[in-house]
DNA sequence: ATGTCGCGGGTACCGCGA
């Protein structure tokens, strides 16, 4: 069973370009980040006419994740718990059931944190993580195959970057933002894509400035946290970097894992 | 550092967030 993350960067603008990719790599769980529209104006019908099951959480202008998928829904929970003041739609769970057992599956859209001397943005990024580690704990104990998914705008290595030294003042390559990414991972999390290679120049963002993707000055930030019952049948991760060179591109590009959750 | 982009507000481009 296919399961991807996506950053679209507006599903609206990108409409055409999600339907061309949902048909090219069939996945049959997808978690987008970054949809900018509130629910009402997803396009909902468009995605349905493939087959897939649709849930949004979403937000007017900026942020918004979803969940599509070919299985139905048992249970959807939006808004990660931890902080009710908190109004951004960055969190959303959805849980199915396969011939392995239940599945449960996040789309997380983790804070960007710039600038670090806001006196808002970056501590809002720790604390967000430190909720999400909180959640993480939680469902973990539920001994379930559980995928964490998204854009968690953080550079766990210096490998993940072209530039390393470029991002030393960068939100997303901070020391505090890696030991809280690291101390999710160590709940017992396995990361997939390290998990399957660790060479260099496996990117999942380029911006759209500098001609970083000419120059492949890429980062990887898009990242997908599978529990040990999702580990044990991981079958396959990748990054579908051919889709950064498409007309009018998302700056991220799609990660995706198989795991082996079918029938025997 | 930037050779950028999507969205909202309000109808021409600018501010914002990334």
């Not at 939006?78 to 739609?89: K, S």
Request: include cysteine; hydrophobic fraction near 40%; aromatic fraction near 10%.
């Amino acid at each position: 069973m296919k399961i991807a993350t996506w950053n679209i960067n507006g599903v609206r603008a990108r409409i055409g370009n999600l339907t061309h990719w949902l048909r090219e790599s069939a996945p049959a769980i997808v978690c987008l980040q970054e949809i900018k529209t509130v629910d009402d104006q997803f396009p909902k019908a468009e995605i349905e006419a493939l087959g897939y099951n649709v849930e949004t959480h979403g937000q007017k202008g900026f942020n918004g994740v979803a969940l599509l998928s070919r299985l139905p829904f048992d249970e959807v929970n939006r808004g990660l718990p931890g902080d009710d003041a908190d109004e951004q739609a960055r969190f959303i769970e959805g849980v199915f059931s396969t011939p392995k057992g239940a599945l449960r599956v996040v789309s997380l859209y983790l804070p960007n944190g710039n600038p670090i001397d806001d006196p808002a943005k970056f501590p809002y990024k720790l604390s967000w993580m430190d909720r999400l580690e909180a959640w993480a704990r939680e469902r973990l104990a539920l001994e379930e195959a559980l995928v964490l998914a998204g854009d968690y705008n953080v550079i766990p290595e210096p490998i993940d970057a072209k530039n390393p030294r470029a991002w030393v003042n960068d939100a997303l390559f901070q020391p505090q933002t890696r030991q809280a990414f690291r101390r999710l991972k160590n709940l017992s999390f396995t990361e997939a894509v390290r998990a399957v290679t660790d060479k260099a120049d496996v990117y999942t963002f380029w911006d759209y400035q500098g001609g970083a993707w000419q120059k492949n000055n890429g980062i990887r930030i898009d990242h997908l946290l599978l529990s040990p019952e999702a580990a044990d049948r991981l079958g396959s991760a990748s990054i579908e970097k051919h889709v950064r060179s498409w007309e009018k591109p998302s700056d991220h590009v799609p990660v995706a894992v198989e795991l082996e959750l079918e029938a025997a």
